[in-house]
């Protein structure tokens, strides 16, 4: 899934201040390039985690929707509506194939014969399984 939110950056001294109102994320950086990674990075995270839990990912914003909510939520210190609005885009799936290192345990079966030879010559299981897959499945 392919999706492109729009983010506020704000210039606050030497930081780059970001909003991301549809997913109500801050995050900031230490020029506009890096905010834009930074934001990229925090709405990769954020829609990680909402597949994870079964929650919907909210559709983007317009311009005009997204800079009345950036109004909406200003306050006495800062009101990120001021500053430059870009989009920023995430493809959540090689988001997720770059940044989720979790392991899953799974059981497996084989021959005895095959156990023994695979132990003498210091195969990896795991390693071998996950290269099995990869090359069966085309993963990169």
């Known amino acids: ?69 950036a109004q909406k939520d200003a306050d006495e210190e800062m009101d990120f509506s001021q500053g430059i609005l870009s989009l920023v885009d995430v493809d959540v799936e090689e988001y997720r194939k770059k940044h989720d290192k979790r392991m899953v345990r799974k059981n497996c079966t084989i021959p005895y014969y095959l156990n023994e030879q695979a132990e003498k010559a210091g195969i990896n299981f795991s390693r071998l399984l996950q290269e099995a897959l990869i090359a069966r499945l085309g993963v990169h």
């Open 1 to 69: 899934m392919e999706i492109a939110y729009p983010v506020f950056i704000t210039v606050c001294g030497k930081d780059y201040l970001v909003y991301i109102p549809d997913l109500k994320i801050y995050t900031e950086g230490k020029s506009y390039a890096d905010a834009i990674r930074m934001a990229r990075d925090a709405i990769g995270l954020s829609l990680m985690t909402k597949q994870d839990f079964k929650e919907s990912v909210p559709e983007p914003s317009s311009y005009d929707r997204a800079l009345s909510m």
